[in-house]
């Protein structure tokens, strides 16, 4: 640590909670700064091990979304917000439409899968180079629409959750940055800090839990890009 200027790591690799990490000691001073993203974990036990392993260092912490469903308090002074409203007004986001679909006697998830595809081809009919993300919550839903994006729409999509391989999700998102598919089926959302400026249509068959995670999830597809 001493030859470097800059030391960059996760809380698995970096907080003393857990038995294998070796840190220095904090007497030593070896950090001046420490920048913490994802900030919105700090009550997490071997997140705030981390942080508090160095007293003397500043800390500055970083989320985009500061507040947690357990209610539990972030410990840490806000010095800066930047509001949703002021990235639209500083163009960083865009226009958002939401398209509601309506199922009557279909499947809900043939639906949304159909009206998804009509919106990508429109979108690629004008001109703009976007793609798709399908959301849900599960696994074994993720398996089903996948099946029935095969089935019942001509799009080219592959599927990512946990039950993958690092090489599978990296060769999946080197494949949707390409151009070589049409979108990505994911759980949940894909993991935090992931950023592809032409994900432009999000088919969400199963909601989030809480409006902040939607917001943030929403960001993804509202940011202006190039």
């Known amino acids: 640590f001493r030859g470097v200027d800059v030391v960059i790591g996760t809380p698995n690799s970096l907080s003393p909670a857990y038995e294998d990490v070796a840190l220095p000691s ?11 993203d994802e ?16 007293p003397v260092a500043r800390k500055v912490l970083f989320t985009a979304t500061p507040f947690r469903l357990d209610n539990r308090d972030i410990a840490a002074t806000t010095v ?5 409203r002021q990235a639209y007004e500083d163009s960083i986001f865009g226009q958002i439409r939401f398209i509601p679909v309506v199922p009557v006697t279909k499947n809900p998830d043939i639906v949304i899968a159909q009206a998804a595809e009509r919106q990508l081809q429109q979108d690629r009919m004008n001109g703009f180079d976007h793609y798709l993300l399908v959301r849900t919550d599960t696994k074994p839903h993720a ?8 089935t019942a729409t001509r799009l080219k999509l592959m599927r990512i959750d946990s039950d993958h391989s690092y090489t599978f999700v990296k060769t999946a998102l080197e494949k949707l940055r390409n151009g070589e598919i049409d979108g990505v089926i994911c ?12 994900l432009k249509i999000a088919a969400i068959h199963k909601k989030h839990a809480s409006l ?3 917001l943030q999830f929403i960001g993804r597809f509202a940011r202006t890009g190039s």
């Open 26 to 36: 904090s007497e030593d001073n070896i950090f001046d700064l420490i920048l913490i």
């Open 39 to 54: 900030a919105h974990h700090e009550p997490a036990k071997t997140w705030r091990a981390l942080i508090s392993a160095f």
């Open 80 to 84: 800066f917000s930047f509001s949703i």
């Open 143 to 150: 398996k089903e629409l996948e099946n029935i994006y095969i």
């Open 187 to 198: 759980v949940q959302m894909l993991g935090e800090g992931f950023d592809f400026e032409k």
């Open 212 to 214: 902040p995670i939607t």
